[in-house]
């Protein structure tokens, strides 16, 4: 039972192009999660997705950040017109069906975004 | 968004000594997860606790969920170089929906 899969592990842009980020949860896993960690901090939650819905984007920038997760294939993170500031680790989580108790999440091992 | 409370955000301690770390909040969670991260990879899931209460192990790594379910602790006996990393603890707020405190930098000499 392959882990949750991130790719690519390290993405440079150019000011101004876009970055698209993709994760493949954890086999039997309907909830994704996109977490963002700067240098020596923490992680700070972006969005929360279920298949073909958005459930919680309350920590995604206003503009230019944008997730989906489609009924076939990965979740994309979709970040246009980078700016330096959108420099980070970017990580994945998955974890299994909602609304039941004991529920854990499983990160992939991130992209590392560097805009030039 | 919840805010958890985690301390100390670095520790200096000496291989074979005993290392305790803690989370608070303001807000009741359902569940508790402990976590670490080590440099260039993504956060291993160490510890889940799911009661109130409740104490649980995993080799040299305790951990206890409060009783008023605002707040956890994470102990680790014996101390080992291999433990150097970063710690976070995370609540699951409202369905399955976690917050990460800041962590806990732990460095160990051996």
């Known amino acids: 039972n392959a882990g949750v899969m991130q790719n690519p592990r390290h993405l440079v842009r150019r000011r101004g192009q876009e970055a698209r980020l993709r994760c493949s949860p954890m086999k039997g896993h309907s909830h994704v999660y996109w977490y963002r960690q700067l240098p020596e901090e923490g992680l700070k939650f972006m969005v929360y997705l279920q298949k073909e819905n958005i459930i919680d984007e309350s920590g995604m920038p206003k503009e230019r950040f944008s997730a989906e997760f489609p009924k076939e294939g990965p979740s994309i993170l979709r970040i246009q017109q980078v700016v330096r500031g959108d420099s980070a680790a970017y990580f994945c989580a998955s974890s299994p069906l909602g609304q039941a108790m004991n529920t854990e999440a499983f990160f992939g091992q991130g992209t590392r975004l560097t805009v030039v | 968004g919840q805010q958890l409370n985690q301390s100390p955000q670095s520790m200096f301690i000496q291989e074979g000594e005993d290392v305790s770390m803690n989370c608070t909040s303001s807000s009741i969670f359902n569940t508790w997860l402990w976590y670490k991260q080590e440099p260039g990879e993504g956060p291993v899931l160490l510890i889940a606790?799911?009661?109130?209460?409740e104490l649980t192990s995993n080799g040299r790594l305790t951990a206890q969920f409060g009783i008023t379910r605002k707040d956890s602790f994470l102990n680790i006996s014996a101390s080992i170089p291999s433990d150097v990393g970063i710690y976070f603890c995370a609540g699951e707020y409202n369905f399955n929906k976690f917050y990460f405190g800041s962590g806990t930098k732990l460095n160990v000499k051996p």
């Open positions: 606790l799911y009661k109130a209460g």
